[in-house]
């Protein structure tokens, strides 16, 4: 069965820091891999997906996540944090029924 | 458009109520999901529809009733709730089901006293 880790329920960063969210999936089929993003009282925005194309996926507001088979990861970076990232960030893999599975999410907090 | 939208944006209920929540979407999307979020937990789906045909009911008790009148809306009956049903109920759609992405809407504040 699929399941998704993501390592850290909170990480905090220095505004201008490098952003790392820790995502870990296992799957028996050719993942569909998913990042979103929820801000305070809103539903969820699609930051990026993989979909087997390229393993290096850009996605908006300036993230990007890389597609390690080997690892079986699918970490999300930003280079630098801007005070309005601060918000939850939630991983998911398509399972074979095509429904999402997803993380338990990582609270991103910026500091000033 | 790509834009899910859900009504209302707030609902406070008794345990004695009935109610529904809405949503909406015109990206031509033939796939449509509800959700139940509760805080600092990721999103538990509930229902799919699939071309305005119910294709998973994830065992969610009977007091839940979803509809889908045509391929751009989609319902959320509420009948009978209990305490521990309050949570943010979130509909999303996707082009298919096939790892397709899911567009979610701002989701629907519920509070059952």
């Known amino acids: 069965a699929q399941s998704v880790t993501q390592l850290g329920s909170h990480v905090s960063v220095s505004e201008g820091a490098l952003v790392l969210l820790r995502c870990n999936y296992s799957?028996?089929?050719?993942?569909?891999l998913f990042w979103y993003v929820q801000y305070p009282n809103q539903g969820l925005q699609l930051l990026l997906k993989?979909?087997?194309?390229a393993t290096l996926v850009k996605g908006i507001n300036g993230f990007e996540a890389e597609f390690k088979k080997s690892e079986t990861s699918f970490h999300l970076t930003k280079p630098s944090a801007h005070m309005r990232d601060a918000a939850e960030y939630f991983c998911?893999?398509?399972?074979?029924?095509?429904?999402?599975?997803w993380g338990a999410g990582t609270k991103l907090i910026i500091k000033p | 458009d790509t834009e899910v939208t859900q009504t209302p944006k707030h609902l406070v209920m008794g345990m004695t109520n009935k109610k529904s929540l809405k949503c909406e979407q015109h990206?031509?999307?033939?796939?449509m999901y509800w959700y139940k979020q509760k805080a600092k937990k990721p999103p538990e789906l509930m229902f799919v529809?699939?071309?305005?045909?119910?294709?998973i009911n994830e065992s969610v008790p009977s007091r839940f009733s979803p509809e889908c009148p045509n391929s751009s809306l989609l319902n959320l009956h509420l009948h009978a709730l209990q305490p521990e049903d309050s949570a943010l109920y979130l509909c999303?759609?996707?082009?298919?089901?096939?790892?397709?992405?899911?567009?979610f809407g701002p989701g629907t504040r519920l509070t059952v006293l």
């Open positions: 999303a759609s996707s082009q298919g089901l096939a790892g397709v992405e899911q567009f």
């Open positions: 990206m031509g999307h033939r796939a």
């Open positions: 529809y699939s071309y305005e045909k119910l294709s």
């Open positions: 799957s028996s089929v050719p993942p569909y």
């Open positions: 993989y979909t087997s194309a």
């Open positions: 998911a893999v398509s399972d074979s029924n095509y429904q999402l599975i």
